[in-house]
């Protein structure tokens, strides 16, 4: 019997999520932070897919399409807003970037 | 053949998921999200997703990637130091990981029993053709409406990432 439960793609999407939320939570490096966020999205598009292949409907792929839109708009700022943190701090480690506590 | 192609890319992608999560310096980790991707593109595939398989590498593991990569290299970011964990971090976290992790897992295979298999060509609706048909009917205003978010966000990117000029 060849073929791959589905379920098992929505575990794979389910591990990617979970590593994407360790990285997001362990990592010091904003960039790398950022980072994870990408991969906690491409998770959930994987399982969107998944789901469209089950219900054989094609919307799934176009909330796919949107995430990657949004997904690009937001690294496109993200990273100028890293630019200008690093222009005014001089570091990119997030405990260093303290200011709004107290 | 199915089966073993998933279960290859599967481990490719969450080996570099891994990889990203543990590695110091960005740039390891750039790479290796570029690896997640490109792995996601094949399983994609498998599904029958063809258009999002292309969109998948010429957006993310293009555009996005080589702006991540370019502005580590701009930043010239370096490994990250070594900060003092704390424990509870390290004794409560990673059980509670796989706690949470098979917990799912159980309640995906309660929800959707394996007797549903995916095969390649089982479903080959993910065409160019029938996902710009629908998203120039069904989802033109959402279409629209990412067109003027992107273009918000190009304005804020270039606002935010200008010299301030006093």
Redesign the interface.
Same mark, same amino acid.
């Given at each position: 019997? %060849?073929?791959?439960?589905?379920?098992?793609?929505?575990?794979?999407s389910?591990?990617?999520f979970?590593?994407?939320v360790?990285?997001f939570?362990?990592?010091?490096?904003i960039? %790398?932070v950022?980072?994870?966020i =990408?991969?906690m999205l491409?998770a959930v598009?994987?399982s969107f897919?998944?789901f469209?292949?089950?219900l054989?409907?094609?919307?799934g792929?176009?909330f %796919?399409?949107?995430v990657?839109?949004?997904?690009? +708009? =937001?690294?496109?700022?993200g990273?100028?807003?890293?630019? +200008?943190v690093?222009?005014n701090r001089g570091t990119?480690?997030i405990?260093e970037i303290d200011s709004m506590k107290n | 053949?199915?089966?073993v192609l998933?279960l290859t890319f599967?481990v490719v992608?969450?080996g570099c998921? *891994?990889n990203?999560?543990l590695?110091?310096h960005?740039i390891s980790?750039?790479i290796s999200?570029i690896g997640?991707?490109a792995s996601?593109a094949v399983?994609?595939l498998?599904?029958?997703?063809e258009?999002?398989a292309a &969109?998948?590498v010429i &957006?993310?593991a293009g555009?996005?990637m080589v702006?991540?990569v370019f $502005? *580590?290299m701009?930043?010239n970011?370096e490994a990250?130091?070594k900060?003092g964990?704390s424990l509870v971090?390290r004794y409560v976290?990673l059980p509670s990981?796989f706690l949470?992790?098979s917990l799912?897992?159980f309640l995906?295979?309660a929800?959707?029993?394996?007797s549903?298999?995916?095969?390649f060509g089982?479903?080959t609706?993910?065409t160019a053709e029938? $996902?710009g048909r629908?998203?120039f009917t069904d989802?033109l205003l959402?279409f629209e409406v990412?067109s003027i978010?992107?273009l $918000?966000?190009?304005l804020?990117? $270039?606002i935010?990432?200008r010299?301030e000029a006093d």
């Open positions: 019997m %060849t073929g791959v439960p589905l379920s098992w793609y929505l575990i794979l389910a591990v990617l979970s590593l994407g360790a990285g939570l362990i990592r010091r490096n960039i %790398t950022f980072m994870s =990408e991969l491409n598009n994987l897919v998944a469209s292949y089950q054989r409907q094609v919307n792929h176009l %796919t399409f949107f990657m839109v949004v997904a690009a +708009a =937001e690294a496109a700022v990273l100028a807003i890293i630019l +200008a690093f222009r990119l480690q405990d | 053949m199915d089966l998933f599967a992608a969450v998921a *891994i990203l999560v590695q110091r960005p980790a750039a999200l997640v991707m996601l399983l994609y498998l599904l029958g997703a258009f999002i &969109v998948q &957006v993310y555009a996005i702006l991540f $502005v *580590i701009l930043l970011a990250e130091g900060t964990r971090a976290g990981l949470f992790l799912l897992g995906i295979h929800l959707y029993p394996s549903e298999r995916t095969t089982g479903f609706g993910g029938n $996902v629908l998203l989802y959402p990412t978010l992107i $918000v966000a190009i804020g990117a $270039v935010l990432a010299k």
